[in-house]
Each structure stands twice: as structure tokens, then as C-alpha cells.
């Protein structure tokens, strides 16, 4: 009998813990207008990406077949200033407007403030996740200290005549960005194109010149490395720096080794590199600062958090029809009944109450 008693009540604890699991209760984020209005904002300058590229040089140069959205967004898979492979799917999935709701909800988690700045490293491989976290920093009211690099892995923005600096100026004149990167590099190999050509370098140069932009001129990864930090560290001192974000490769400003070593998304501890081998990496050295780094690197992985697919990303038309239609884990957040929790509580104490009376009458039993 007492075996029957014990079994009732490991059933009802396990009933009790179903039905705190399976009913908690959908507590809408306070920042989804933000959220939403980000996805807006995103989408306008996806447009205005698109406008421009189709008065530039004709609607032929978007091929529907592979840029699926037809944003202009989408490279080509070689050209003169690809340093080097890169994903189709993972280009494809960047150019979404949900990335700016996705950058909103790690910037509040790392609880950056309005007025506060952030160091941003930027790279030509995925120009629509820039533009999106780019609108997100915007749509905060955090002030940008960015810099870019120029050339792309295959199937970003690794069109010379098209680069990430040309996309970014224009979002900038048109005052759909408020800034714009301060400093630029070459980017590739070592930070300085080391894995170009001399005529793929002069592609890039005058994509700098042509569009106004400051290089920031290096003779090596360590010179890179250094005269980032430094300027990160002087255009700091008139505001409150709160965060480093990352986008994509760059080699020195994810680093070649240690991107893989940081999380996706949010990354509050500095990682550990099990090779011993030296890696520049201006992300990894906030991070020894103890400045929280968001990462936006393995996109497919980051997109799980948020109960998202590759293909929900690509083809993402349901998400964006208004609040009700954005994903749940980017409007809801998940808290559990305080009274079901309670009433739980206290039936696992008067649970383990009555069994330690039950084992008392086992014991007895036993005895007789």
C-alpha cells in the first residue's frame, strides 16, 4: 500500500510540473513597437538599396533566380575583390529585415542605453545584416563608432563597382543612416588584402576615394590591430562605450581564429583559445575588458534562438505584415503563473511531508 501512495504522488508532482510547463503565460516584450519599427526602417533602406542599384546599371543586374528577394543586396560568386568562399544560403538569409528586431533584442539584452555608443566592425560580406543592425543602433538612439572593411567573401557586396561602402554612403545621403563608417581598410587577408591582386586593390581604393571615405592605412594584421583599438578607444572618451558588435570575418576584427571561439548573439565572458597559435582579434579583446560583444557570425545558429529557420529568414514576407505577424519569441516573452507555481510549490512540500511518513510505515512494516 504504501508503494501505491508513493507512486500517486510522484504522478501528481510530474502532472503539476507538465501543466506549469505546457501553460505559461505570453507577456508581450516592451520593446516590440521599437522592434517593429526597426523591420520598417530595414526595409525602407533595403528599397533604397535597390533603387539605386537598378538606376546604376539596370534592373539585369538582379538576378531573381538567386537574390530571391530581388533586394540588390545578393553579389556574384567571383569577382576581382572576393577575397574569399562564402555560403549562397547564408547571404540569402541575411537579407532580412527581421535582423534588425533580432539586433534590438540582444542590444537590450546587453543593456546598452539610449546615448551610449558602441565600437561596430563592419565587413563587405553581408551589407543587409549591416544595414539592419546599423537601423536597430539607429532606431536605440546609440551613437556608432564604425569601421568597415571593404572587400567581400563570395556572394556579399564583392561587386567593384558596388561595394559595402558604396551601399553604406548612399543610405548616409539619403539620411537614411545618420553615420557612416569613420575609418575603412582594405580587409581580406591580414586586414590588407594581402590575398589581392594590385588591380583588385586599386578597385577597392578608389571605391574609398569615390565614395569619401578615410582609410585607415596599415602595413600589417599587428599595425591593424592596434590603430583600431586606438581609435575605438579615442572617439570613445566623449560618450559611454557599452558594447562591441561584430559582423562577419573580418581577420581583425572578429579574428581568423577566435570568430569561432565567440558565441552567435550575445557574449558576456571573454572565450578561451584552446591553439596556441597568435590570432589579432579587436572582439575578444573588449571582451578581456569585460565590454559585452554581439556577435553575428553562424547565422543559421543565432536564427534558432529565435525559433527561426533558414527559410523563414529567406522567405520572411509572413513575418512582416505588423506585430501579430512577427515571430513569437521576438514579441512574447515566457513567464510561468505565479499562483500555479505557488499551489506547485506547496504541493511538493506536503509531498515530501507525506513521504517521509510513507517511508516512515515502509520502515515499520519492514520491521514486522
Same mark, same amino acid.
Given at each position: 500500500m504504501p508503494q501505491i501512495k508513493l507512486w500517486i504522488i510522484v504522478v501528481m508532482i510530474v502532472s503539476m510540473v507538465y501543466a506549469i510547463e505546457s501553460t505559461p503565460l505570453k507577456i508581450q516584450q516592451s520593446n516590440v513597437s521599437q522592434k517593429y519599427q526597426a523591420i520598417q526602417s530595414t526595409l525602407n533602406a533595403f528599397t533604397a538599396i535597390k533603387n539605386e542599384k537598378i538606376k546604376r546599371f539596370g534592373q539585369s543586374s538582379i538576378d531573381p533566380k538567386l537574390d530571391i528577394k530581388?533586394?540588390?543586396?545578393l553579389g556574384v560568386l567571383l569577382s576581382g575583390i572576393t577575397t574569399n568562399t562564402g555560403q549562397l544560403q547564408a547571404k540569402q538569409m541575411s537579407i532580412s529585415a527581421l535582423w534588425s528586431a533580432i539586433a534590438i533584442d540582444l542590444i537590450d539584452q546587453a543593456k546598452i542605453k539610449e546615448g551610449d555608443c558602441v565600437a561596430v566592425g563592419l565587413s563587405g560580406s553581408f551589407p543587409a545584416l549591416n544595414i539592419a543592425v546599423l537601423i536597430a543602433l539607429q532606431e536605440k538612439n546609440i551613437k556608432t563608432i564604425t569601421i568597415s572593411s571593404v572587400a567581400s567573401s563570395m556572394w556579399g557586396a564583392n561587386d567593384p563597382l558596388f561595394t559595402w561602402l558604396d551601399m553604406e554612403n548612399h543610405l548616409y545621403e539619403q539620411g537614411i543612416l545618420k553615420h557612416k563608417s569613420i575609418f575603412v581598410t582594405l580587409g581580406g587577408t591580414e586586414d590588407r588584402g594581402k590575398n589581392l591582386t594590385s588591380e583588385s586593390l586599386a578597385l577597392l581604393r578608389l571605391a574609398m576615394t569615390r565614395n569619401h571615405y578615410t582609410t585607415l592605412e596599415i602595413e600589417s594584421i599587428e599595425q591593424?590591430?592596434?590603430?583600431?583599438?586606438?581609435v575605438y578607444q579615442k572617439e570613445a572618451k566623449s560618450c559611454h562605450l557599452s558594447a562591441y558588435v561584430n559582423i562577419g570575418g573580418n581577420a581583425v576584427s572578429?579574428?581568423? %581564429?577566435w570568430k569561432k571561439a565567440y558565441e552567435p548573439g550575445l557574449n558576456l565572458k571573454a572565450a578561451v583559445l584552446k591553439s596556441q597559435t597568435p590570432s589579432y582579434s579587436i572582439m575578444h579583446r573588449f571582451a578581456q575588458a569585460k565590454i559585452p560583444v554581439i556577435h553575428f557570425s553562424r547565422l543559421s545558429a543565432l536564427a534558432e534562438n529565435y525559433g527561426l529557420s533558414a527559410n523563414?529568414?529567406?522567405?520572411d514576407e509572413k513575418y512582416l505584415g505588423g506585430i501579430e505577424q512577427m515571430p513569437?519569441? %521576438?514579441v512574447y516573452e515566457k513567464k510561468y503563473d505565479f499562483r500555479l507555481l505557488c499551489f506547485g510549490l506547496l504541493l511538493v512540500i506536503l509531498s515530501l511531508i507525506y513521504l517521509r511518513k510513507i517511508n516512515k510505515e515502509i520502515y515499520l512494516n519492514s520491521q514486522s
Open positions: 530581388s533586394s540588390g543586396l591593424s590591430y592596434e590603430k583600431r583599438w586606438d572578429a579574428g581568423t %581564429l523563414d529568414l529567406i522567405r513569437v519569441k %521576438l
